[in-house]
C-alpha cells in the first residue's frame, strides 16, 4: 500500500498531508485524555507486530504501489479509532524514514491511507455490527478484509488523480490483489483477538472505546 516519493501530485501530496495533521492533532489530544498509561508499552508491542506483518510485501503497478497487511482493523478492535492512528502513523514513519518504504514527501499521504483510513473503516464495520448477533471473529474478519479492500480504492483514486497510471487499471489492479491479502487480514486478525480479548486490559479498552 505505500506509494513512493515522486509520482503523486502536489495537490494530491498537501491535502494528505493537511488531512493527515488535522486528524492526528485530534488523536494525540483525545489519547491524552482518555488513555491509561499503561497502555503505551501494550501500544509499542502493536505497532511491533504491525511493522512486522508489514514488512512482507511485493510491488504493484510497476513498484507505483505495494501489496501487505496492514493491522489497522486489529489495532482498532484493541484500541480504538484514535489511539490507533498514532500506531499506525509510528509504524509508517518509521518505515519511511529508516527503511525508504514508501517516502518523506509522500508520509502525509501513506499516513492517511493506512494509518487513518484502514483503522476508520474498520471501526465502521465494528460500530454496525457490535450490536448484531454475528460472532466476534466474523466481525473482525470482515473489518480487517473492508480496511485493506477500502485503503486500497483510496490508494488508487490518488495514483488515477495524480495520471500515474489510469483510474480503472489503479483500481482494477489493488482492489484486485488487496482483496485476496484482505483474506489474509481478516484471518490474522480473527486469530489474535481471541488472545487479546483474555486480558483485562483490552476488556477495559473495548468498553471505553464502545
Do not use: C
Not at 492517511?112 to 465494528?126: F, K
Not at 466476534?136 to 480504492?153: C, Q
Amino acid at each position: 500500500m505505500h506509494i513512493p516519493d515522486g509520482i503523486l501530485s502536489p495537490t494530491i501530496l498537501a491535502a494528505g498531508a493537511a488531512v493527515s495533521v488535522v486528524v492526528l492533532a485530534k488523536s494525540v489530544q483525545k489519547s491524552k485524555k482518555n488513555l491509561e498509561q499503561t497502555a503505551v508499552p501494550i501500544m509499542g508491542v502493536m505497532a511491533a507486530f504491525i511493522f512486522a506483518a508489514q514488512m512482507v510485501n511485493f510491488p504493484l503497478l510497476g513498484a507505483a504501489a505495494s501489496g501487505h497487511l496492514i493491522g489497522g482493523a486489529l489495532a482498532a478492535y484493541l484500541f480504538g479509532f484514535w489511539p490507533t492512528t498514532l500506531i499506525m502513523t509510528t509504524v509508517v514513519t518509521i518505515q519511511a524514514v529508516v527503511f525508504q518504504d514508501g517516502g518523506i514527501s509522500v508520509l502525509g499521504v501513506n499516513i492517511l491511507n493506512m494509518a487513518i483510513l484502514a483503522p476508520l473503516a474498520a471501526s465502521l464495520v465494528y460500530k454496525l455490527l457490535r450490536k448484531s448477533k454475528v460472532p466476534v471473529s466474523v466481525m473482525v474478519f470482515i473489518a480487517g478484509w473492508v480496511s485493506v479492500v477500502v485503503t486500497s480504492a483510496f490508494a488508487a483514486l490518488q495514483l488515477g488523480a495524480s495520471h500515474v497510471v489510469s483510474y480503472q487499471l489503479a483500481l482494477q489492479t489493488l482492489i484486485l490483489w488487496h482483496a485476496i491479502i484482505g483474506i489474509g487480514e481478516g484471518l490474522i486478525t480473527a486469530a489474535v483477538v481471541p488472545f487479546a480479548r483474555r486480558s483485562s486490559f483490552f476488556l477495559r479498552s473495548r468498553e471505553e472505546h464502545s
